[in-house]
């Protein structure tokens, strides 16, 4: 079992900037590949970005590429999701998950095992 708890969301002005992060718990975190998805109220889940064991490889959602950047310090079992440039569209419940690595970014829902409760990000034009 790997437990997720993500942190940082809040209330931003559009063009404003957060980071989330999302600790993880129990089996050994650099074994999993990382995601990000949020949702919006009335929407389906959506994929936003996704990061390998290694970082060395990282995928966006075309909606975010440019002013969103996922990392990782593995020392420290947690992924980040940098946000800047906010845009009111940006407002949602953003989650991590976590899935066995197989070296590339998986952007599907049913992809992942392991989801956190999430954390909302509302940005106010």
């Known amino acids: 079992q790997v437990q997720l708890v993500e942190s940082g969301g809040g209330l931003v002005q559009a063009g404003g900037s957060l980071r989330l992060s999302c600790v993880a718990s129990?089996?050994?975190?650099?074994?999993?590949?990382m995601g990000w998805f949020r949702q919006a109220p009335g929407k389906e889940r959506e994929f936003v970005a996704g990061i390998t064991w290694s970082g060395r490889t990282t995928g966006y959602a075309d909606s975010v590429k440019g002013r969103f950047t996922i990392s990782r310090d593995n020392a420290k079992n947690t992924v980040y999701l940098q946000m800047n440039s906010l845009k009111p569209e940006d407002t949602a419940v953003y989650s991590c998950?976590?899935?066995?690595?197989?070296?590339?970014?998986?952007?599907?829902?049913?992809?992942?095992?392991?989801w956190g409760q999430g954390t909302q990000v509302t940005v106010s034009s």
């Open positions: 129990g089996r050994t975190f650099s074994n999993y590949a």
């Open positions: 998950a976590a899935r066995p690595d197989i070296g590339v970014i998986i952007r599907t829902t049913p992809g992942y095992q392991y």
